[in-house]
């Protein structure tokens, strides 16, 4: 069952890899353009799955990858949900709330929001919660940080600036995605129990 379950991971993170490496050959027809999002609607998922350039492309697949690693509790299916409800949540969010973004590309804000929709989850297990509460730690430092000191670094490494708007936006809504999952679980529990 172990096998089982660690194959499918691999599997999905190597769809989910070359779906983006695909992407990657013409950009500029998936990324978030404000003002063709809700007529060319696919772009509400497509451009947290492009990327500006191959090294944030292969920064942004190194740390998609060790999510299934690093938080094995975790299922294909919980991280295939996050990786179609969190797109269009932070591209709607852009849209709405944020109307001076007028191009977005990449995965980031997605992973933020997805590791902590995760280690959210996770503090509910005895054995994980110490580990669950570091990575919550390290995710709020580096939205500290991003957010006073700045991300110049890896604007340089990747070619472009940084939106850590999108970042904050990952963390808001997964946090909110993990309260819900929480609550419909607490819920499901009960009404089993009966």
Known sequence: MKDQFLSQKIVFLAVVVSVCACLQVFPEA?????????????RLWTAHWVHVSWIHY??????????????????VWHFSALLLVLPPLISLSFYYFLPDIEAYAGL???????????ACVHLMYKRERNFAAVVLFLILSKLFWENTVGSMG??????SPVLVEAHLLGVIWGVGIAAVYLLVDHYSERDSAM
């Open 108 to 118: 980031s804000g997605v992973l933020h929001g997805a590791y902590t929709a995760i």
């Open 58 to 75: 292969f920064l942004n697949m190194l740390a998609f990858i060790c999510l299934p690693f690093i938080f094995p509790r975790a299922s």
């Open 154 to 159: 890896t604007a340089q490494l990747i070619g």
């Open 30 to 42: 998936f990324i978030y353009l404000r003002k063709d999002l809700l007529t060319e609607f696919w």
